[in-house]
């Protein structure tokens, strides 16, 4: 049902996914010229214009997924979202900013010098180039669904690597298929990404937790194919989500390995990735902090504070 369009990124990931059916396109790319390029030379191909475009889902709020939503709204398309990935991309340079505040503290009182705590949190700045502010016309709730060229996508809410992630789900003919954003990738075992508390006061989501749950529950689904944002499609769905289960689990056990004592999450990343520079620390403070909170979860370690900086030890059995 969907034709798949590789759009270029600036980004490390490499190039990104958009998804077109009918009028409907998904995910088209961040809000550079290279890939407004790359995308009209692609709807040219299918005797299309930028203008032609009703409608753009996405699927989260990464600036590589929705960047140039904006640019397609100013040519009549209607752009549809979660509420909560709506509320990011209406604003990216306030979350971004909210973040920024959030994480340079968080990092220091999980052993990161506060310095590279603040380089590691600036970096995200290069992002704003790529990911202008749109509105969403549509915000479709968990179990929403919309006509997409004919036939019924329901959209659903699912935990870990963004913001108000969502996939959507569609029957083309008789295969059961979704499109899945960074929730499920071929070759990369996703990383879920630190988040702020939505709201200040809060309490900071545990997103890798949330994350493992969410795949165990889309496992169950047994679709017969998934659309990533990030390379081929995955015909096997099931097995690949076994695979990243597995290396979710894997890494956990050897974060368990580097508790030798009272330890810091950024003693963690160390003990797992070595001397990471600033450009990496946020994924690997991610990881650390993730597996330590599944370990809590479990009940397999616990935290205190010594000097205001949290240090997690393991829990005898």
Request: hydrophobic share 40%; proline share 7%; glycine share 8%.
């Amino acid at each position: 049902m969907f034709r798949r369009f590789s759009i270029p990124t600036p980004f490390a990931v490499g190039p990104v996914n958009a998804y077109l059916a009918g009028r409907t396109l998904v995910d088209p790319g961040p809000g550079s010229e290279e890939a407004w390029s790359a995308l009209l030379d692609a709807l040219e191909e299918q005797g299309l214009a930028a203008s032609d475009i009703e409608q753009v889902f996405v699927t989260h709020p990464h600036p590589d997924h929705f960047g140039l939503a904006r640019r397609l709204r100013g040519e009549g398309a209607r752009v549809v979202a979660s509420p909560g990935t709506a509320g990011v991309i209406r604003d990216f340079a306030t979350r971004l900013e909210y973040e920024q505040e959030f994480f340079v503290d968080f990092f220091e009182r999980h052993g990161m010098a506060r310095s590279t705590a603040e380089t590691v949190a600036d970096l995200p700045e290069a992002y704003l180039s790529v990911a202008p502010a749109v509105e969403t016309d549509l915000e479709l709730a968990d179990g929403d669904a919309v006509e997409v060229d004919g036939t019924t996508v329901t959209a659903e809410a699912v935990d870990g690597h963004a913001t108000g992630e969502t996939i959507f789900t569609y029957e083309d003919g008789e295969a059961s298929e979704a499109i899945v954003g960074d929730h499920v990738l071929p070759h990369i075992t996703p990383n879920p990404l630190l988040q702020p508390p939505s709201e200040e006061g809060e309490m900071r989501p545990r997103v890798l937790p949330a994350f493992n749950r969410s795949l165990a529950e889309l496992r169950e689904r047994e679709f017969d194919r998934l659309l990533p944002g990030h390379g081929e499609v995955v015909d096997a769905p099931s097995e690949r989500i076994d695979e990243i289960l597995a290396a979710h689990e894997e890494r956990t056990a050897n974060v368990v390995e580097l508790l030798d004592g009272p330890t810091t999450a950024f003693d963690v990343m160390e003990g797992l990735f070595g001397d990471l520079p600033a450009t990496e620390q946020f994924p690997g403070m991610s990881e650390a902090v993730g597996h330590l909170d599944v370990l809590e979860e479990r009940d397999r370690v616990a935290h205190s504070e010594r000097g205001g900086v949290r240090v997690y030890e393991e829990v005898e059995a």
